[in-house]
């Protein structure tokens, strides 16, 4: 479509005028390879450009990681604007290339909030909090932007105390929460288990009557669910007006992670019973609830039942339950046979899957028989190899035991030590345990 109205506007002469051709670039850029090609293309012949003709090939470029390639644009640049800076800076950042980005960062004539809270993100990101709290610190006018990076990077890396310092200093300060900032640091807290913090958010939510968006009650809910806090969860999924696919996925996602099967299939009657229609992440947490709760027809029923009721193709993370939920149930034949006839090529994890289950039902010929599948998508997963060893082990087949080891010390792969974290007293601890 795009290279169509391109021809037309060549043939009716418009090119001359530089806003069209700067619009052509920047409707290129959003498609890939082919369209950056395009844009270039088209850029290149162009007679006169501004700085938005460049700023949009740069982000084009960038678009698609090539950040060596529109470092040699910047370069080129006749004159710059802020657009330009923060581009270019935004793009090294994002590769986690964090020297050069400090670099550029300090030959910039201007900073703007842009700047400061992208160099933020980037030290964030990067797990050097501590050169992300001195950039912090020394940017003038903060607003709600860098404040949600600095207290989400905080608590995303475990650090209650810190996350917690700032974020009273931030209502100190007296900075409105607002829906990006209640999201973003709820999220961080659900992915890092960090609930001090989301509480605490949620307090201010209750103490200041914020109106609370479906985005914001979906956040509550992911963030207790991932803490372990279902009942809390469960009156904020109740407490809501209205209710997006989002919120019943989160709330029956939850009640399955933790065992509670049942429950997660009430969820979902109750969801079918308000005419919310389910999506494929819906079927994940129905299959991830029956295979929870030991339910393996009602599992298998409704896998069947996706595209026959509901026109929704399984995809791989289905048959992966699929595979979850034989597996645990002794029917690894069946498991194997899924396998063979799915409509595409199974991964590491679907694979890994099966291994496990034949770990737990010392299944030996059959998980010598999926390890040679995993090797061949992922030759240097240490796991593959001490799973199999394991198994051997629990048959008593101690040379089999020693081939496997022998195999792994060929190819140097060791197992790297697992570890979990737990949260007390508002500190995340971690610890490993050795055998």
């Known amino acids: 479509m795009v290279e169509m109205i391109h021809t037309l506007i060549e043939k009716n002469g418009f090119l001359s005028d530089i806003f069209v051709p700067n619009a052509l670039i920047d409707s290129y850029s959003k498609f890939g ?38 470092r040699k644009l910047f370069d080129e640049m006749p004159e710059r604007d802020m657009v330009s800076w923060n581009t270019i800076l935004d793009g090294y950042v994002k590769a986690g290339e964090m020297g050069e980005a400090f670099e550029l960062f300090q030959k910039m004539p201007q900073r703007n909030v842009v700047s400061w809270s992208t160099m933020v993100m980037g030290y964030s990101k990067a797990g050097d909090m501590d050169m992300a709290r001195v950039l912090f610190d020394r940017m003038p006018g903060k607003t709600l932007v860098p404040w949600t990076i600095i207290i989400s990077g905080y608590a995303e890396k475990g650090l209650v105390k810190e996350a917690i310092e700032l974020y009273d200093q931030m209502e100190r300060d007296g900075l409105e929460l607002d829906n990006g900032t209640v999201v973003g640091i709820l999220a961080a807290c659900a992915e890092s288990g960090l609930l001090a913090v989301g509480v605490k958010v949620h307090d201010s939510i209750e103490r200041l009557r914020f109106r609370c968006s479906i985005a914001v009650c979906n956040a509550l809910i992911d963030m207790y669910v991932k803490c372990g806090i279902l009942d809390k969860a469960w009156n904020v999924f109740n407490g809501m007006a209205k209710r997006d696919v989002i919120s019943w996925n989160a709330m029956m996602q939850g009640f399955a992670m933790h065992g509670r099967g049942r429950e997660a299939l009430d969820v979902f009657s109750r969801m079918k019973k308000e005419g919310v229609q389910p999506d494929r992440v819906t079927f994940v947490g129905v299959l991830c609830a029956c295979t929870h709760a030991g339910f393996i027809d009602e599992g298998i029923e409704y896998f069947y039942a996706m595209e026959k009721d509901y026109g929704i193709v399984p995809q791989i993370e289905h048959y992966g339950c699929m595979i979850d939920l034989l597996g645990r149930a002794g029917r690894l034949k069946e498991a194997f046979r899924l396998i063979q006839n799915m409509p595409f090529e199974p991964n590491a994890i679907i694979w890994g899957t099966l291994l496990g289950a034949c770990r737990l039902h010392d299944a030996v010929e059959l998980a010598d028989k999926v390890l040679d599948h995993l090797l061949k998508l992922d030759p240097s997963d240490p796991g593959n190899y001490s799973l199999l060893a394991n198994i051997f082990a629990a048959a008593g087949d101690w040379d089999r035991v020693a081939s496997v080891r022998r195999r792994m010390k060929s190819i140097g792969i060791q197992k790297p030590s697992g570890a979990s974290s737990i949260e007390i007293d508002n500190e995340v601890h971690q610890f490993t345990v050795v055998i």
Request: charged share 25%; no cysteine; aromatic share 6%.
């Open 33 to 70: 390879e082919l369209g950056i090609k395009a844009a270039l293309n088209l850029f290149m012949v162009m007679e006169d450009r501004d700085v938005v003709s460049w700023n949009s090939m740069i982000g084009g470029v960038l678009k698609v990681g090539k950040l060596r390639e529109a």
